[in-house]
Every structure is written in structure tokens, then in C-alpha cells.
């Protein structure tokens, strides 16, 4: 092998109907301090509020004991960071008639979601940062979520005059302006797999000039798998790879057929009956209550699951280096019945069932730690990880899910920021803006701007 020989950061495994973005190798032509510093933000949304009493940790610092609503959490503990004394009160200053709404619209935004007919609130901290660092990505950013989004300008309503809108929607680019997410699981994985032209791996043998990119049909040609569409370039990329890269890359592959699998990628039978290859069947659940009809081949559960692999590969691909992930919509009333509960979460459990309600917070913080593991799983060039590199944000739309209050909002922090970020201990921030904490993680992210919303400053978070 040619040590010299390197591969293009850009190029894309490429076959018929299908383009496959290669993770980041050690063979890649720039500098490893780069592919280092890619550094990543998510920011998450989990609904109907988390009581304090099931939140915050008695002690602060290193030697904390995790709630028993985070228990889940365990393995995870010396990568995150509970974080409590933040405020978000600015979201209940308005004359909307559900604060859950409220909350959802406000958690990002820390803005005063109006009331009326139009939406009105502000920009999302996720797109002030994809506004700063888009350049870099595929993607500028990857929005998210279980539940469909309501039509801007429908006039659509929900809970006593509030516009839908702003429970259905986390992020926005700007006052009346939300960024709408993506609900099929399908969708989001044809959306990094297809669709694209790529620049094709090279052939073994001395390094050739750049081929023509081939034009990606939206659609998969013969209803394949993206990997046997992708299989030729491969192997032929394989056989030119150092042992750790061959290793990487192979994890990556497998990964990617196992997602393709869970959520019925294009070629791929979807479970729930349908027309063969797709044929217009979205593989997902309502968000709030399991789908019906042929389509609904996903429980919330395992909507929650493929969603967060959706963008640990994305993340790992660095196809995009922003995200947003929405778990249902305000209010959310889904049953877990995976949990043995036969009780919906917002109206019956959270307001009046805390042994239930804890055990649906521990089952999304055990998803949540799954996810941190396999960010922490993925070793970039240079020997850091993709969660080395990432600012990830966990929180509630409200503190107290009956009583609806926006002061100690319930969040955790994962990751480290390329070092911005020491987690592994509780941090208690006595009643300053939610907003200094967003401001701090787009700054250790790439943001150069030193205010947002009604940010007073920053937080130590190092």
C-alpha cells in the first residue's frame, strides 16, 4: 500500500439509486487536528415535565447520587453532567392557554411564545449555531421528531387558543419561522443514504483522477439495499485500508444495515404490510399513540431508538454537526405498556401518578445513556470519540409536570466539547437564564457571539 495514498473527506460510497457517506478514517487528506475538531450540538426535547423532587440530586459536585428516576443513568455518569438552578421563566410570560406548549416552543428559543392565530417567538439556539458552522457539513441541520408538525399560517389550535405549532416544533430560524422536523425514521435514514451525488471511492492501483459524480435517484434502483447498491466500492475501498480503519468501517457498515433493517429502508419490507420497496409506506408511530394501519410498524419506543441512531450516524459521518430530536409533541399522551401502565402520560400520569411517571422518565434517561454509549462508542481519527466532541442537551419543557413551573428546569448535559464540558457531576446554577447555559454550549461548540435571548452571560461548565 501506498502510505501516501489518502482519501477524500467528501467521497461517498456510490451505486445504483444510493450514495453511503463514509465515517471519518485515518486515510482521510486533512489535517487529524481537523477531523478532531469536528465538534457536534443536539439539542432534546423530552415532554410533560420531571418534578424536582425526581430531578435534582441532593449533593452537588462529583460525589452526587443519582435520583431514582435516573438511575438508568449509572453507566453513563461520568459522561454527563446534571445541571440544575436554571431558569426559563420568560417562556410562561405570555397569554397562551397551555404552558406545556409554551415550554416546548420556549426550551430553545428562551423567548415569550405569543398568543394569536401566527406564531410568533424568536430563533432557536440550535440555528444560530447552524447558522455559524454550516459551511463545514452536508446538512446544515437534522430536525427530528415522533409526532407530525402543524402547518405554519393553518390557524390550527390547541389547548384554549394556543397555535399548535409550538408544541409540534423545537426549532426555529426565526420569530415566525420553525424549522419542521422529520417524523419518518425511513424518511430520515433516505435522506443521509439517498438522494445525493457523490464522489466515488477510488480503485485499488495508483490514485486516479477524480471520476465523474453520478447522478443519485431519489429513489433506490430495483429496491435494494443501500449496501448491496454500495457493495463494489467497498470492497474496493476496504482492501486499500489500514487495520484500524478496515475495524471502523466494518462497525460502521453493520450499523448501518442494522438501522436500515429496524426502520424498513428503501428496498426493505416494512413489517406492516404495504406496498414492497416503500411503495409510499412510512414506517413510524403517531408520536403520542401508536400508528394505525399498515404503515405503523414502529411503537413510540422503537421510534425513540432508530431516531437516536439517525444521528449518531449522521454525527459520525459528519454530515451534519447540528441536531434536534423532539420525543412526541406538548402534552404527549402515548401509553406505556411496555412499562406495564395502562394510564396516558401527560393527562393521567404526570399529573397524578409519580411512581408511573418516574418509571417513564427512567426509561427515556435508559434510552438517553444508550445513546451517550454509542457516541462514546465511535473512536475518531487521533483516538478521540464522537461524544469527546459533542455538546448534548436533555431537558423538559416545564420543571413540575401539574404545576407547570419554569424555574429549576430539569437538564442533562452530555459530552465534553472538545474539552469546553466537565462532566461527571451535578452543577447548580442558583437561578440564572437557561439561556447562559445554551449560549455556553454553542460557544464551546463554534459560536463566536456572546449573547442570545435574555442570556446575562455564561456559565463555568468547565
Known sequence: MRKSWKINRRWLFAGAGSALALPLLEQMNFARAQANGARRYLGICMPNGVPSEQWVPAATGANYTLTTAQTSLEVVKSDIMVVSG???????????GSLHYGGVAGLLTCAVPQPGSSPVIGISIDQVLANAVRSGTRIASLQLGLKEGTTVGSGAQCGAGTPCVYGR???WSGPSTPVLKEISAKAAFDRIFTGVSPTPAPPPGPDPAPAPAPTVDK????????LDAVRADAQLL???LGASDKERLEQYLTAVRELELRVGGSGLPTGGGGEPGGGGTVPISSGCQPGTGPAATLTYEEHVAA???????AFQCDLTRVATLLLGEAECDYVFRSLGQGAVWHEEVSHGQPQAHNEIIRWHLGEFAKFVMRLKGMVEPGGTTVLDQSAVFFGSDVNDGPEHTFTDMPVILAGRAGGAINPGRHVR??????????????QAVGLTQQSFANSTGTVNLA
Not at 219 to 226: D, G, I, K, W
Not at 307 to 313: D, P, T
Open 219 to 226: 429513489e433506490r434502483e430495483y429496491n435494494q439495499s443501500v
Open 429 to 442: 446554577f442558583n437561578g440564572q437564564p437557561l439561556a447562559n447555559l445554551h449560549l455556553t454550549m454553542a
Open 86 to 96: 436554571l431558569s426559563n421563566k420568560i417562556a410562561e410570560q405570555n397569554g397562551i
Open 238 to 240: 476496504q482492501a486499500r
Open 307 to 313: 431516531m437516536y441512531e439517525v444521528i449518531a450516524l
Open 169 to 171: 416544533e423545537l426549532s
